[in-house]
């Protein structure tokens, strides 16, 4: 047996993650991929790049001291190999490549700025292959703070895929315009609402969140009904009051019902009644893509 250890730094719109993986190799045996560590920083990117189209330097500031700290403790783990992708917020920014570079001269770590196609194909390289059935169809749907990636699968495979401009941070800023909902909206009776047998498969720390304040076991999905009864739970509470009463942490109080928003809107007009929440993600998928393009023994 071999253990290898390989990490995934998310850069998001509304924080910072690095993930851990032990990829054990046994002769004869599937390689296995077990979460070893997973540290969240709510540095929330989005409320600069979409509102001034730049990254304050306060925030440059804070993702630099992150960055030095996440490779002191890839370091200290024994990481072998890692990647650092960033998405819409830093895409967006005027001064992102800029800051890429001041994190790469301070830190030493390399952030590569992917769109959302290539989201959406990082993705698809987790272990959505062992939850979906070649029988049924399912709308894949990652909500983060600057977009939302939607891709559907049916027979088993990526049939499309679409990324709309529509996160939990705009929302919160008042920056989605009622045309965008109305493209998400076309674009999902178009192209999924006949889908075979359709359910939806949730991404996202806000889905997870939910999926645990249901109760429902692992595995067990969510239904249509209960979240739209979540959704107007959670509405009728104060910021305050979700954070003192449900034990939300401050920068999860506000997005998370924006998020439900979306996940809602989508299962409406996609005529979806059920919400998988496998727990897996962007991080995920590039752990999972570093090691078989490259490492592979």
């Not at 890839?74 to 998405?87: I, P």
Request: aromatic share 8%; glycine share 8%.
């Amino acid at each position: 047996m071999k253990i290898r250890k390989f990490a995934a730094i998310d850069i998001g719109s509304n924080a910072i993650r690095l993930l851990t993986h032990n990829v054990i190799e046994e002769n004869g045996k599937q390689t296995q991929f077990r979460k070893s560590t997973l540290i969240r920083v709510p540095v929330r990117l989005g409320e600069d790049s979409f509102t001034v189209r730049e990254i304050s330097e306060r925030n440059v500031e804070r993702m630099v001291k992150t960055m030095k700290a996440f490779k002191l403790l890839m370091e200290v783990s024994g990481v072998e190999n890692y990647r650092a992708c960033a998405t819409s917020a830093m895409r967006e920014a005027n001064n992102g490549n800029e800051v890429i570079a001041t994190i790469a001269a301070e830190s030493g770590i390399k952030v590569e700025v992917i769109d959302g196609k290539q989201e959406a194909a990082i993705i698809a390289a987790t272990d959505l292959k062992e939850i979906i059935r070649p029988d049924q169809s399912y709308l894949y749907i990652d909500v983060g703070g600057g977009s939302t990636e939607f891709t559907l699968f049916a027979n088993g495979r990526i049939t499309l895929s679409k990324s709309f401009k529509l996160g939990t941070v705009r929302l919160l800023n008042d920056m989605v315009s009622e045309g965008t909902w109305q493209q998400l909206e076309q674009w999902l009776t178009a192209h999924v609402r006949n889908a075979h047998k359709l359910s939806i498969i949730g991404s996202g720390g806000n889905i997870n969140k939910l999926h645990k304040m249901s109760g429902r076991k692992e595995g067990q999905p969510l239904s249509y009904i209960w979240l739209n009864a979540q959704y107007q739970f959670l509405e009728s509470l104060s910021y305050d009051e979700r954070i003192s009463e449900l034990g939300l942490n401050p920068d999860r109080a506000d997005v998370i019902i924006p998020a439900t928003r979306i996940f809602l809107s989508a299962a409406k007009w996609s005529g979806a009644k059920k919400i998988h929440v496998p727990k897996i993600g962007l991080s995920d998928g590039i752990i999972k893509e570093l090691y078989y393009s490259q490492y592979k023994v």
